[in-house]
């Protein structure tokens, strides 16, 4: 009796199964790289702020903008155009540069409003954001006299 049980469970079991369509899936697709962008040709942007009181660093006097093109290489798929600003920000304004004084950075403005370093923005080729810096320094801080620097990349890639 027991096997006749079993074989009736089967049967059922098969029954249920052999109503169904199968078909075999195929993918395919070609891999490409976004096309390659340069900015200023690959040139260095140098920013020259000159003499600067150290009682006038307050984020808004030396202000002074940065010149730069945009070259990308022409596509025809629809790739989203990015700029960002990578560096190391200071720990009192995360879209100002860590030069080499402690409490002075070079803050990033892209159209008038901060460019949070390390974070990508989308663009357009044809109408790229005005980009200016400034430099900026620890509230309540005083500043030494003597030269600085600060160092930073930008970069302009699409996804």
């Not at 029954?15 to 395919?28: E, H, I, R, V, W």
């Not at 400034?134 to 930073?152: H, I, Q, Y």
Request: a positive charge; proline letters at 6%.
């Amino acid at each position: 009796m027991r096997l006749k049980q079993r074989f009736a469970l089967f049967a059922v079991c098969t029954l249920g199964f052999g109503g169904n369509a199968m078909a075999n899936l195929t993918f395919s697709g070609t891999l490409v790289e976004p096309p390659p962008c340069t900015i200023n040709s690959g040139a260095t942007i140098a920013v020259d702020f000159g003499d600067i009181s150290v009682k006038s660093v307050d984020g808004v006097k030396s202000r002074k903008g940065l010149n730069y093109t945009i070259t990308c290489t022409a596509s025809t798929l629809p790739w989203g155009l990015n700029l960002m600003v990578t560096g190391t920000a200071t720990s009192f304004d995360s879209s100002a540069v860590q030069s080499s004084v402690p409490d002075l950075g070079i803050k990033v403005l892209r159209n008038n409003l901060p460019f949070v370093l390390n974070t990508k923005h989308s663009i357009s080729l044809s109408s790229p954001p005005v980009l200016e810096v400034v430099p900026v320094k620890r509230s309540g801080s005083t500043l030494p006299e003597g030269d600085f620097t600060a160092t930073a990349v930008l970069l302009a890639f699409y996804e």
